[in-house]
């Protein structure tokens, strides 16, 4: 079998910024930075007349994505989540407060969507290799195995203490499919908490579109097309929503032809293949992160259903692996290119 491994760098976000300025008004610039944290290149700009009321923004927005990886990421063995995971079928840990939000809502929401997303799929991507980047297919009875221990309904959350614990060996949490929608949602509060009230935050597919450009026009978000690294599939608009993404591009290897993605279905521990690829627009970066997810697994029939019952999201988009795109009717109200 020869396998090839593809890495593809999208961005999804255009931006114009204007200098624009009243009689006795400071200029309106967009002041920007990037990083990479998470696992992913992020970019983020702010628009102000401040500069250092622009910097102040800039170091917020940094500050929220380093402090998430730093507490979540699991490959890091002194991250908080990867103490949880070390400790798993042996006792609590206690972590960050943050941290403990993040589970709840990931918990949460993983009821809502019927298991669709799960945090407790860490052992089925380290079998496909997708945390070490050793690709391989694992077989039908390494998945059943592993399949085995990823019931979230064992996790036991004690807000008191807050502390968390796996409650049985061979548990791995895994927060990579909520954890950027949560620094997203901090580094929106730290920008609003300063005063500033225009800016632009790309995570890798995880977009913040906080007010509107310089000339007051909202921002606009491509949606990559899947099989095309310089396509789009649809451009939409939008102020003070989060717009977030998940594809099967975005981390995947091909085995004789077949391409083999990281987000897994977990009832099967396999790539879903219900979708190539899913937008979802709402307030709530965490929980459009999560639901960007779920849809996936869900697909166009199954997520367009489930989004009936949501009234805190706006919008969803699928598109599936003959190319064609489905969306909620809301979606209409942010779709302006197509």
């Known amino acids: 079998m020869k396998k090839r491994m593809y890495t593809i760098a999208i961005l999804l976000v255009w931006f114009v910024s204007f200098n624009l300025a009243g009689c006795g008004e400071p200029q309106q610039q967009a002041y920007s930075r990037d990083l990479f944290a998470m696992d992913t290149y992020i970019t983020f700009q702010v628009v102000t007349g401040d500069q250092q009321l622009a910097e102040k923004g800039l170091d917020g927005v940094e500050k929220a994505f380093l402090e998430i990886d730093r507490l979540t990421n699991r490959f890091d063995r002194w991250s908080e989540v990867s103490k949880v995971n070390q400790n798993a079928g042996v006792a609590p840990v206690k972590v960050n407060k943050d941290v ?189 992160d999560i639901l960007s997810t779920a849809f996936f697994v869900k697909g166009p029939s199954g997520g367009i259903k489930l989004a009936e019952g949501f009234p805190q999201l706006k919008a969803a988009l699928f598109i599936t692996g003959d190319g064609k795109v489905y969306k909620t009717k809301a979606m209409y109200h942010y779709l302006i290119e197509h």
């Open 100 to 288: 403990f939000k993040i589970m709840q809502t990931a918990i949460e929401w993983s009821d809502k969507t019927d298991g669709a997303f799960n945090i407790l799929m860490g052992g089925a991507m380290d079998l496909w290799g997708f945390g070490s980047k050793n690709y391989r297919i694992p077989t039908e009875d390494e998945l059943a195995q592993v399949l085995t221990k990823t019931d979230y309904h064992k996790i036991i959350l004690d807000a008191e203490q807050s502390t968390i614990y796996l409650s049985e060996k061979g548990m791995v949490l895994d927060l990579g499919g909520v954890a950027k929608g949560y620094a997203t949602d901090k580094a929106i509060e730290a920008l609003k908490k300063l005063g500033i009230k225009n800016a632009l935050i790309n995570a890798g597919g995880n977009v913040y579109a906080m007010g509107t450009k310089a000339d007051g026009d909202p921002w606009k978000v491509g949606v990559q097309d899947p099989r095309n690294p310089k396509g789009i599939k649809a451009v939409l608009a939008g102020s003070d929503v989060a717009v977030v993404s998940s594809g099967d591009y975005q981390r995947y290897f091909e085995v004789n032809g077949i391409r083999y993605h990281h987000i897994l279905d977990p009832t099967t521990g396999c790539p879903a293949r219900a979708s190539v690829g899913t937008t979802i627009i709402m307030k709530s970066a965490t929980i459009a």
